[in-house]
């Protein structure tokens, strides 16, 4: 059972424009979450996190909104440039402490020039 | 910075064949994580370890074991490779000992095919 989804598995934008990249998880008792984004033969880097105790979390031109209510987070980047181009993925604790994630499948994310 | 480095970037190997996968962190982290990324499926957690000889079972532990006899090296073993066990493996460490959000860094992974 996927408990946190991203339902698009790839998003395209031109350079400056805004990417939004969506997640959706079912689990009520999740309270942290991050973002991951990853290269082509490179393992995951750590993007950005948000607490549940907040809706927004900004760093530079990334923003995650998140809304508990709907059991759903995005990330924003503005403005997009091709070198942002990669894979993202959301992730969650499930709270048992040991920060093991579970993950979304990921977007891949094409910025073109 | 945190550097955590898997032995091979790739390997072939043979049906039925027991495989070591290699994994080394230099920043002292009490915690350590092997995961298979797969097309469509995402990362899926396979063991993880939070102190030496310690480990525990991840979503999708069958047919693999782990050895964690130093800190800073965490070893993931296929038992008999099979060849739904071809994927990207990949290897991460974090803070423990109560920093429960540290995040998790992750090594450049080993794609592993079995044929």
């Known amino acids: 059972d996927q408990q946190v989804k991203q339902n698009s598995p790839s998003l395209s934008v031109q350079e400056g424009r805004i990417s939004i990249l969506n997640c959706d998880y079912t689990n009520s008792m999740f309270d942290y979450f991050l973002w991951y984004k990853k290269y082509p033969a490179e393992g995951p880097t750590f993007l950005i996190s948000?607490?549940?105790?907040?809706d927004k979390n900004e760093d530079g031109r990334f923003t995650v909104f998140l809304n508990k209510s709907a059991k759903h987070l995005s990330l924003h980047i503005v403005p997009s440039q091709p070198g942002d181009s990669a894979v993202y993925f959301c992730?969650?604790?499930?709270?048992?402490?040991?920060?093991?994630?579970?993950f979304g499948t990921g977007t891949r994310l094409l910025v073109s020039p | 910075d945190v550097k955590v480095t898997q032995s091979s970037r790739y390997l072939v190997k043979r049906t039925g064949e027991k495989v070591f996968l290699e994994c080394v962190q230099d920043m002292d982290h009490e915690n350590m994580f092997w995961y298979r990324q797969d097309p469509g499926l995402g990362l899926r957690l396979i063991y993880f370890s939070y102190d030496v000889k310690m480990k525990e079972k991840g979503d999708i532990p069958e047919g693999y074991s782990v050895s964690r006899e130093k800190k800073e090296r965490f070893s993931l073993i296929l038992e008999s490779a099979s060849t739904n066990q071809t994927s990207m493996y990949l290897c991460?460490?974090?803070?423990?000992?109560?920093?429960?959000?540290?995040?998790?860094?992750f090594g450049n992974g080993t794609r592993l095919t079995v044929t």
């Open positions: 991460a460490s974090s803070l423990g000992s109560g920093t429960d959000n540290s995040p998790l860094h």
């Open positions: 992730a969650a604790p499930p709270g048992t402490g040991f920060q093991k994630l579970v």
């Open positions: 948000i607490s549940s105790i907040k």
